[in-house]
């Protein structure tokens, strides 16, 4: 096998593990984030400092590198001149198409719910406040309201009543990505769990499902996610068959985190990302055969999968920050790891500040143990580690 040179865009946690997974397959790695020190860095051959927003400087550095397959990590990145790389040759994972409509809410939504029939929560959207404010009452209260592009919950919020609608407003433009300036306006589903489904598509063999990992988000970010989540056989073939539709209509090879609301009126389609997924980081826990970042490595290097399937059971638990420092430490790691079938990734970011994800415990058990447990032992002992933040 010949060794592709590769342009990871995004280098946070995600692609440090996506990056520490091609080295063991021989591949070499540039990584590209707009801070310096950034995790993938880490550990990448080389890297670079550059506002992915910045389509100019963006084309410089593909030109400069011309790699084999260009990744997108993260969703702040000018897109549309993905279109351009492929028709210049290059591969972008999985594709420029996929890469475009899935930073933007806006497109994948319509995709789903427009012109694949897949079952979504009912939405607006809304360019003014005068159009929020209308399409707030159309939808109902409570409705969730999200930027079209943002990343880690940044912007989203739920509106109960009349009076949080400007409050809402404000924060979904502050946390709003890129030169995006439209907001999502979705109906409340009830639902009583949510899932993400890893599906990997690949060039020459069949599309594979990991078991369905569920999670629990706090201001619209992960705190918790355990695979597997209990889910019927019906919910099960309904999402995996929605999860199919989607991919194969955006095109590509590589993992994808497609989420869904579980409810009592079946599976609703949520978002999607191609690419390693945040709570996905619970199969570091050895969950299954091979982790989500040795998948994705795999597809996106056309290499054989034959099958995917769970050895034990495994719970995720972040370690946030609290304030932003320069300068930090984490306490409580010694404690962490004198329990049995413990792990933690820490991620090394230069920088903490209020709610940034710097870690995350890992609690695995066999596969006949109560999973409410195992979620709650992962939560106590992911309290046992803070971060002592310097001024």
């Known amino acids: 096998m010949k060794q592709k040179k590769i342009l990871l865009l995004g280098s946070g946690e995600l692609g440090k593990e996506l990056t520490i997974a091609l080295h063991r397959l021989g591949q070499y790695v540039i990584a590209v984030d707009s801070y310096a020190g950034a995790p993938a860095m880490q550990v990448a ?45 290059y591969t972008v994972v999985p594709s420029a198409k996929a890469a475009n409509f899935t930073m ?48 880690s919950g940044k912007g989203q919020s739920t509106i109960y009543q009349e009076s949080e609608i400007q409050q809402a407003w404000d924060y979904a433009k502050s946390g709003s990505r890129g030169d995006y300036d439209e907001i999502i306006i979705e109906e409340f589903v009830e639902f009583y769990a949510e ?8 060039r020459n063999a069949p599309t594979l499902f990991c078991a369905p990992i569920g999670h629990r988000q706090e201001k619209g970010d992960y705190r918790e996610s355990w695979q597997p989540c209990e889910i019927s056989d019906k919910d099960l073939k309904e999402a995996q068959e929605m999860a199919d539709k989607v991919t194969k209509a955006l095109t590509g090879f590589g993992i994808w985190g497609v989420e869904f609301f579980l409810t009592q ?19 570091l826990a050895n969950t299954q055969n091979l982790n989500e970042f040795e998948l994705h490595a795999r597809a996106i290097l056309g290499l054989p999968i034959p099958s995917i399937y769970l050895l034990q059971k495994g719970v995720s638990a972040v370690i946030l920050a609290t304030k932003e420092s320069n300068s930090y430490q984490f306490i409580g790691v010694n404690e962490v790891l004198k329990n049995l079938k413990t792990d933690i990734r820490l991620f ?30 992962a939560q106590q002992i992911a309290k046992q580690v803070t971060i002592k933040e310097d001024a």
């Open 45 to 89: 051959h080389e890297f670079e400092v550059i506002n992915m927003l910045d389509g100019d400087a963006l084309d410089k550095i593909v030109a400069k590198h011309q790699p084999d397959l260009i990744v997108p990590e993260i969703e702040a990145i000018r897109t549309e001149r993905f279109f351009d790389y492929e028709k210049q040759g």
């Open 104 to 151: 933007n809410r806006k497109a994948i939504r319509d995709l789903a719910a427009k012109e694949l029939g897949v079952r979504t929560a009912k939405y607006l959207y809304a360019k003014t406040f005068e159009a929020f404010d209308n399409a707030v009452k159309t939808i109902g209260f409570p409705c969730v309201v999200k930027p079209l592009m943002s990343s």
């Open 195 to 202: 899932i993400t489904l890893l599906t990997v598509t690949q």
């Open 265 to 283: 009126k079946g599976v609703y389609f949520s978002e999607l990302s191609p690419r390693p997924h945040d709570t996905g980081m619970v199969t």
């Open 348 to 377: 090394a970011k230069p920088v903490t500040r209020p709610n940034r994800r710097m870690g995350v415990v890992l609690l695995s058990s066999t596969l006949d143990s109560d999973m409410n447990t195992l979620v709650v032992n």
